[in-house]
C-alpha cells in the first residue's frame, strides 16, 4: 500500500489548472527527477516550490508543486501535487512521466482508500467525500460537509461502546455466575437499554430521511384516471405548460416531469399516463411506468373527479396506494359534486380556477415536516446505511417482542448481530465487499 500512486485529481477539459496528485513513498524522487527548480527532496513539508517539469531536455510546463510529507497529509504517506496549466495535452504529459519515472496510476478512490486504512478518516467521512464530489447545490454541500466532521460517526461509536458494555455484562453473567462483582443483567435492564436504543436509531432514521429529502428532493407522482386532470394540476402547481392539457382522455402517454421548491425542498412532480385498461401499445407502457412511479414514489398525489362517480379504476388507484404516503385530491370542485368518497388526506381542488392549491402545499409541507428540517444535523445521507440501522431496529423490535419468553442468551447473539451492523456503518467491523462499493464510487484522483 506504499507504492506511489498517481492521478490527476481535477476533471479533465479545458480549466486553467489542473492537479497531477502522486502519494507513496518515493513520489517527492519521482517528481524530483523531472523537475527543474529547488532540489524537491531538500525542501520543507508543506511547502509550494515554482519551477519546470522536463523531460528529454524539453519543458513539458512551468508548474507549482506542493510537497506535503508524511504524516500530516490527506493519506498520511508522503504527498506530491503538481499545479500546472490546464488541458488535456500538458496535463496528460506529466501523467504519463509520473509513470515512466515509476509511478502507478490509481484506481478510482484510491487516495480516499488510503487515508481510510491509514486511519486517517472513517468509513462515514470517506462516503461524505464522494458526496461533497457528488453535490449539486449549496444546501446538500452543507449537508455533506457537517458529516465529514464526523459528528455521526462519534453517536455510533458511543453507541456501539454501550453496547459492548452490556454484551459484557451478559456474558460474564452467562459464563461466571458466581462472579458476585458483576452488575446482575436482568430482563428490566435489558429493556431500559433496549427501549433507549430503539429510541436513539428510530430518530437517526428520521433525520436520515429529512436529510435525504434536503438532499435528493422529494418525488411526487401524480396519478389518477385519465382526464381527472392531473396534468392541468402539475401545470398550475409549477406555473408553466410543462405538460399536455386535453380533453382526450390518454393524453398524456409519458411521463412528465416538473420541479418545485417548497420551503427549500425540491420537490419532482411526475404526471403519469392514466392507469386503465391499455387500449394501444404506447400506452400500455405509459401505465407500466405508472405503476412502476407508484413504487418509486416519497408521495403520491393520487386524483379523483367530482364531477363523476368513483370507477373500478379509482377503486383499484385508492387500493394499490392505501398503504403509501398519498394525498387524496378531489379535482374539479367547479363543477357539481357526484363523487361519494370516504377517505382520510382529502384536499378539495379546482385546477381550473386554481383554488385549493395553496392547501395542497400547505398538506405537503405538513406531511414532510418541511417547517421544521434543518440542515445541521449530522446524520446519515446514504441509503445502505438507513437500510442497516432499519435492520438494527428490526432485531430491536424482535427482541421486544420476544423479552419475556427468551432467554438471555439468545437476546447476547441479538445484540452482537446490532453492534457488527452498527460497526459495518463506521468500518469498523468492515469486510472487503463494503470497502470495494465504497471506492469504487470515487472519481479518480479522490
Ligand atoms: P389528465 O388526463 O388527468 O392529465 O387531465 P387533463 O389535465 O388533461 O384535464 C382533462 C380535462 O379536464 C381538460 O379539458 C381540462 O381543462 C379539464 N379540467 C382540469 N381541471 C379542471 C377543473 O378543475 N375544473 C374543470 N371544470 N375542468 C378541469
Known sequence: MNDVIVAISTSLGKGAISIVRL?????????NKYFKGRDLTKVNSH??????MIYNNEIIDEV????MKAPRTYTTQDVVEINCHGGIACTNKILEVMLLGGARLARPGEFTERAYLNGRID????????DIINSKTEMSRKVSIGQLNGNLSEVIRNFRQDLVSLLANIEVNIDYPEYEDAEVVTINTIREKINYMNDKLSL???????????KEGINVSIIGKPNVGKSSILNKIIGENKAIVTDIAGTTRDVVEGTLNLNGVYLKLLDTAGVHEASDKVEEIGINKSLNLIKEADLILLVLDNNS??????????????????????????????LDLNEENVIYISALNKTGLEDLRKKIVEMFNLDSIN?????FVNADDIAKIKKCLKIINKIKENINSIEIDMIDIDLREINDILGSIIGESYDEEILDTVFKNFCLGK
Open 204 to 214: 437517526i432514521v428520521k433525520k436520515s430521511l429529512d436529510k435525504k429529502i434536503i
Open 375 to 379: 440542515t445541521d444535523m449530522n446524520m
Open 47 to 52: 511547502t509550494i516550490n515554482y519551477g519546470h
Open 123 to 130: 468509513l462515514l467521512k470517506a462516503e461524505a467525500v464522494i
Open 23 to 31: 502519494s507513496g513513498e518515493g513520489c517527492i524522487e519521482i517528481v
Open 309 to 338: 362517480e368513483l370507477t373500478d379504476e379509482d377503486k383499484r388507484l385508492l387500493d394499490l396506494t392505501k398503504n403509501k404516503n398519498r394525498i387524496i385530491i378531489v379535482n374539479k370542485i367547479d363543477l357539481s359534486k357526484k
Open 64 to 67: 507549482l508543486v506542493s510537497v
